[in-house]
């Protein structure tokens, strides 16, 4: 059974940073693209970033502008997303998904930006 | 950018009647479409991709169709379990974008 679990979110002040995980389980992680899908409360849904399965090949949202930064470690089955200079509008409920038309997700993990 | 336009935002249904979602795109995806039903506080599901085939364990009442611009999902009758917010995505282009949603309620 594949699984996803993502851990990492909480609350934090804007300008602040967080360090969102991925684990897989279930499925041959290096060899499948990933992605990292937000939604704010209420709302709908919004990609993020997704990395190919080697790593080489990496995309994010223009609207991020450089803070974030994701990643991968096939040897630990695991995807990361780095979060830096924080604001208020990333409040959202962060997912992790499976290939590039997300067959597969996570229950998510709730990032709050917050002074 | 690609913008996918779903309509309508709101569709009233009984059960047991079908349901026909549209997923507009703001320019040709070819047939690189995807979507999704989501339930409150759950995290959204693989229903189809490649426009018309149906995920693992997706029951056969849901039905994709369309290419380049125009998409529909249908749900052909309408159980109690469909009611939830569907997603259309395409994955054609960078970047991956969604559309607005259609929640189906009970009439």
């Known amino acids: 059974e594949v699984q996803l679990v993502e851990s990492g979110g909480g609350l934090v002040k804007p300008g602040g940073s967080l360090r969102l995980s991925c684990v897989a389980s279930g499925f041959n992680f290096s060899s499948y693209s990933m992605n990292w899908v937000r939604q704010a409360p209420g709302k709908g849904l919004e990609w993020v970033s997704s990395?190919?399965?080697?790593?080489?090949?990496?995309y994010y949202a223009d609207s991020l502008k450089g803070r974030f930064t994701i990643s991968r470690d096939n040897a630990k089955n695991s995807l990361y997303l780095q979060m830096n200079s924080l604001r208020v509008e990333d409040t959202a409920v962060y997912y992790c998904?499976?290939?590039?038309?997300?067959?597969?997700w996570g229950r998510g993990t709730l990032v709050t930006v917050s002074s | 950018e690609i913008v996918m336009t779903q309509s309508p935002a709101t569709l009233s249904v009984s059960p047991g009647e079908r349901a026909t979602l549209s997923c507009r795109a703001s320019?040709?995806?070819?047939?690189?479409l995807a979507w999704f039903q989501q339930k409150p506080g759950q995290a959204p599901r693989l229903l189809m991709y490649?426009?018309?085939v149906r995920a693992t364990g997706i029951p056969a009442r849901f039905s994709g169709s369309g290419s380049g611009t125009e998409f529909t999902l249908t749900i052909s009758s309408l159980q109690s379990e469909d009611f939830a917010v569907y997603f259309c995505?395409?994955?054609?282009?960078?970047?991956?974008?969604f559309g607005g949603g259609t929640k189906v309620e009970i009439k």
């Open positions: 320019q040709s995806v070819g047939n690189i």
């Open positions: 998904a499976r290939t590039y038309f997300c067959d597969s």
């Open positions: 490649g426009v018309s």
């Open positions: 990395m190919s399965s080697s790593g080489r090949y990496i």
């Open positions: 995505q395409q994955y054609n282009n960078w970047p991956l974008t």
